[in-house]
C-alpha cells in the first residue's frame, strides 16, 4: 500500500447516496430521531478519518494502527511467498570440465565451508534483520549442515567461524571423518576445522598457524599432510611395481583471514604467511599437491586474489585499504569489477604505505614485492559455469548474503598436479535475494558451501 492511499475500516458502512431526493417514508418520530443520531455518527466518522485532525485522536490512531497492521501483514506474506519460492527453486547442481577425465581414479571431493559462529551471528544482529529467529538456532542449522555436506559425499571438509567444534564432530564422526580444531587467539570464540574420510586419508602431519605471533592479529589457518589410504584387500594377485598405484598424499590448508577492509597490508601479510608454510611443506614431503581453501575476505580480481593467481604483487600500486577489493563492490549482484586501473598504465600510481604496514604486508624492512612459489589455479575459475552464478573472470557471483553484503569472498585454490573434474554452482543471485537473506529454510549458514572435485593430473597416463 503506498502512503497516499487511505482505506476505510470495514466495520464502518456507508449509506447508498443519489441525487434523487426520497420522501420521507412514514416512520415513527422516535424510531427517525434514531435514524438521524446514527447517520450524525457516520458523518462524524467520516470527517474524522479525512481530516485525521487533533481533536479527534482515538479515532485516528486506531485507523493508523489498522493501516500499520495491514501493510505489515502484506509485507510479511510477501517475504513469505519469496523465501518459499527460493526455498523450492534453490538447488545447486554440478558442472564438469570439458575435458575427459572419466579415467582418472584417484579423486577427492573438497569442501570449504564458512558455517555462521553461533557467536558472530548473536552479536550482529543487523546482518539478519530478515532472517526469522528459529532459522538462527544452532540446533536447527547444525542439523542442514551436516544434512547438505552428506549429499555431497565429500572427502575432505574445512570449515571456518566454528566455535561448536564438539557439536560438528560428534555429527561427522558417524559419518566416518576425523577432524582437528585451531581456536582463534584473543577474544574470539570461533576457529577453523578440517575434517577427512577415515577410511580414505590417514593424517601425517598438522601445523597450526597463529598469526598473532606475527604480529598479524588473531586469526588463524590449519595445514595437514593426508596420505590416500589403499584399500589391499581389492589389490591384484600381480604385485609387480608397475601395477602398483602410486602413493599419493597432498597438504591442504584451510583459512579463515581478517575482515576489516582497511587492513590490506595484514590480509597480504596472513596469505603470504599461509602460502609460505604451504609451500614448505610441500617440498619436505616430496612436492607433493597442494589445495587451499577458506573464506578470504577479499573479491575477486582484487589485489590479493591477483596475488594468489599470478604469484607476484608490488604492494605500491595498491592502496592498503583496496586491497581485498572490499571498498570497491558497491554493487551486490554484478560481477565485481576491479577499481585500480592505475596499474596497468604505462606510468602507475605509486601509494604511500608505512615502513611498518610494508613489514606487515611483506615479512621485510624495505620490501615493497611479494611473491610466492606455488603455482596456483582457482577450483571454479578452472571449469565454466552459468552466467546466472559466475562473474566475467569465472568465479562464484556470490557465496555469502546478508543484509549488509552479496559478493564472493570463499575460494578453492590447487597446485598444477590437481585438475578440477567438477564443482558445485552456487545460487544465481536471483534466487538468493529471494531468500530475503542468509541462512534460510534450507541453507544453514550465511556462506554458501564451495564444492570441487579433484585429480591427480599424472593419474591418466597411469590409468
Known amino acids: 500500500m503506498r502512503g497516499g492511499d487511505r482505506r476505510l475500516p470495514p466495520s464502518v458502512h456507508y449509506p447508498a447516496t443519489s441525487g434523487r431526493k426520497r420522501k420521507p417514508s412514514a416512520i415513527p418520530k422516535q424510531c427517525h430521531d434514531h435514524v438521524k443520531r446514527q447517520r450524525l455518527v457516520v458523518k462524524e466518522e467520516t470527517v474524522t478519518l479525512i481530516a485525521n485532525g487533533a481533536d479527534e485522536l482515538p479515532t485516528s490512531n486506531r485507523f493508523s494502527s489498522i493501516q500499520c497492521s495491514q501493510r505489515q501483514e502484506k509485507k510479511r506474506k510477501k517475504l513469505k511467498r519469496r523465501q518459499k519460492s527460493a526455498t523450492t527453486e534453490a538447488h545447486r547442481r554440478w558442472v564438469f570440465s ?7 581414479k584417484d579423486k ?103 598469526f598473532q605471533n606475527f604480529g598479524l592479529r588473531h586469526n588463524v589457518a590449519q595445514l595437514c599432510v593426508l596420505k590416500m589410504n589403499r584399500n589391499q584387500s581389492n589389490s591384484d594377485v600381480d604385485t609387480k611395481a608397475s601395477q602398483i598405484p602410486p602413493t599419493r598424499s597432498l597438504i591442504v590448508g584451510n583459512i579463515h583471514v581478517l575482515f576489516n577492509p582497511n587492513r590490506g597490508d595484514i590480509k597480504l601479510g596472513q596469505m603470504r604467511l599461509f602460502l609460505e608454510k604451504a609451500h614448505k611443506l610441500s617440498q619436505e614431503w616430496g612436492c607433493i599437491p597442494v589445495v587451499l581453501a577458506g573464506d578470504l575476505n577479499s573479491m575477486p580480481q582484487s589485489a590479493l586474489y591477483q596475488f594468489l593467481a599470478s604469484s607476484e604483487l608490488d604492494v605500491r600500486l595498491h592502496d592498503r585499504r583496496k586491497i581485498s577489493g572490499q571498498v570497491e563492490h558497491q554493487s551486490q549482484h554484478r560481477a565485481y569489477r576491479y577499481q585500480n586501473e592505475d596499474a596497468s598504465r604505462s606510468r602507475p600510481l605509486v601509494h604511500r604505505w608505512s615502513n611498518e604496514e610494508l613489514r606487515l604486508a611483506t615479512g621485510s624492512d624495505g620490501v615493497t614485492h611479494l611473491q610466492h612459489c606455488l603455482k596456483l589455479c582457482s577450483a571454479y575459475y578452472g571449469i565454466p559455469g552459468s552466467c546466472r552464478t559466475r562473474d566475467n573472470y569465472g568465479e562464484p557471483l556470490a557465496t555469502s548474503y546478508h543484509s549488509k553484503f552479496m559478493g564472493t569472498v570463499d575460494y578453492i585454490w590447487h597446485t598444477e598436479e590437481l585438475v578440477p573434474v567438477r564443482v558445485l554452482e552456487t545460487l544465481p543471485v536471483d534466487i538468493l535475494r529471494k531468500t530475503g537473506g542468509l541462512p534460510s529454510e534450507k541453507w544453514g549458514s550465511d556462506h554458501l558451501a564451495l564444492v570441487c572435485e579433484l585429480a591427480f593430473a599424472d593419474d591418466g597416463s597411469s590409468s
Open 98 to 104: 570439458t575435458r575427459d577425465l572419466s579415467d582418472y
Open 108 to 210: 577427492v571431493v573438497v569442501v570449504s565451508y564458512n558455517i555462521l559462529g553461533v557467536e558472530n551471528a548473536s552479536n550482529h544482529p543487523d546482518l539478519y534483520s530478515k532472517v526469522p529467529t528459529k532459522l538462527l538456532d544452532w540446533n536447527r542449522r547444525r542439523k542442514l549442515i551436516n544434512k547438505e555436506i552428506n549429499q555431497y559425499n565429500p572427502s575432505i571438509l574445512c570449515f571456518q567461524e566454528v566455535d561448536r567444534f564438539n557439536d560438528l564432530n560428534n555429527l561427522l564422526k558417524k559419518g566416518g571423518f576425523k577432524g582437528v580444531y585451531k581456536a582463534r587467539t584473543g577474544e574470539a570464540y570461533d576457529g577453523c576445522a578440517m575434517f577427512w574420510k577415515d577410511d580414505l586419508f590417514t593424517l601425517l602431519h598438522q601445523e597450526n598457524i597463529e
